[in-house]
C-alpha cells in the first residue's frame, strides 16, 4: 500500500511554545490530507480535513488558530501546535488518500505530543 | 468473553478460536467501511473495506459483513494469533472525499 511518513514521531515541549508536525505522502500525490487527535484509550478524532492549495475545513470545537494547517505541496500537510498548553497534549495522526472519492485511507505512524 | 472498561470494550479470546468483532454505525448515508488494526503508540493499520452494495467481503483470515438494515458492522478473524492483539476500529464514510469517522474501538486480547 501507499506511505504516509508522519514526523516527529516523539516531542515534548514546553508550555507556551509551538510545536510543527509533518505529514508526507511518499509514493503518491495527496490532494486531501486529514488529521485526527486521539486521546489514551479512545477513538481517533477528525480535527480538519486538509486541501491542497486552499483554507483547511476545521470540524466543530476545533480552534483553527490554534491548529494551523498548511498544505502547501501534493505530498506535504502541516499541522502547527500553537501556544501549546498541557491539556493539548495527545496523539496526533494524519491521513491521505491517493485517490478522490471514497478508497482506502493510508495513516502515518502518529505524533505523541507531551507538554510539560 | 466481552467486557466493557473505562473506554474501551475489550475482547478475550483463545489463541486458534475465531474472533468476532462488532460495530454500529450511526450515518445511514455511509457507504464505505473500514476496518483498521491499531497497535500501541502506532498509526492505524489498513485491514479490509466493503462497499454498501455488498454484504460481505473475505481476506485473508478476515472477513468484514454489513448489515445496512440495522446498522452494522462486524470484523470475523480467523484463527486469532497473539500477533491479532490490538484495538481495532470500524470507520465509516459518506460518498464524496468526505473524511473516515471512526467507531468507538475494540481491544483485542489472544490469550496464548
Known amino acids: 500500500g501507499a506511505v504516509v511518513s508522519q514526523h516527529p514521531s516523539r516531542v515534548i515541549c514546553k508550555s507556551g511554545t509551538s510545536v510543527k508536525i509533518e505529514c508526507r505522502s511518499l509514493?503518491?500525490?495527496?490532494?486531501?490530507m486529514f488529521w485526527y487527535r486521539q486521546f489514551p484509550k479512545q477513538s481517533l478524532m477528525l480535527m480538519a480535513t486538509?486541501?491542497?492549495?486552499?483554507?483547511?475545513?476545521?470540524e466543530q470545537g476545533v480552534e483553527k488558530d490554534k491548529f494551523l494547517i498548511n498544505h502547501a505541496s501534493l505530498t506535504l500537510s502541516t499541522l502547527t501546535v500553537t501556544s501549546a498548553h498541557p491539556e493539548d497534549s495527545s496523539f496526533y495522526i494524519c491521513?491521505?488518500?491517493?485517490?478522490?472519492?471514497?478508497?482506502?485511507?493510508?495513516f502515518g505512524q502518529g505524533t505523541r505530543l507531551t507538554v510539560v | 468473553g466481552e467486557s466493557v472498561g473505562l473506554h474501551l470494550p475489550t475482547l478475550s479470546v483463545q489463541e486458534g478460536d475465531n474472533s468476532i468483532i462488532n460495530c454500529a454505525y450511526s450515518?445511514?448515508?455511509?457507504?464505505?467501511f473500514i476496518w483498521y488494526k491499531q497497535e500501541s503508540g502506532k498509526g492505524p493499520q489498513f485491514i479490509i473495506d466493503?462497499?454498501?452494495?455488498?454484504d460481505k467481503r473475505q481476506g485473508q483470515r478476515v472477513t468484514v459483513l454489513l448489515n445496512k438494515t440495522v446498522k452494522h458492522l462486524s470484523l470475523q478473524i480467523a484463527a486469532t494469533q497473539p500477533g491479532d492483539s490490538a484495538v481495532y476500529f470500524c470507520?465509516?464514510?459518506?460518498?464524496?472525499?468526505?473524511?473516515?469517522?471512526f467507531g468507538k474501538g475494540t481491544r483485542l486480547s489472544v490469550i496464548a
Open positions: 466493503i462497499r454498501s452494495n455488498m
Open positions: 450515518n445511514s448515508a455511509s457507504d464505505y
Open positions: 491521513s491521505a488518500r491517493a485517490h478522490r472519492g471514497n478508497t482506502e485511507a493510508f
Open positions: 509514493d503518491f500525490q495527496a490532494t486531501t
Open positions: 470507520a465509516e464514510a459518506s460518498s464524496g472525499n468526505t473524511p473516515l469517522v
Open positions: 486538509s486541501n491542497e492549495g486552499s483554507k483547511a475545513t476545521y
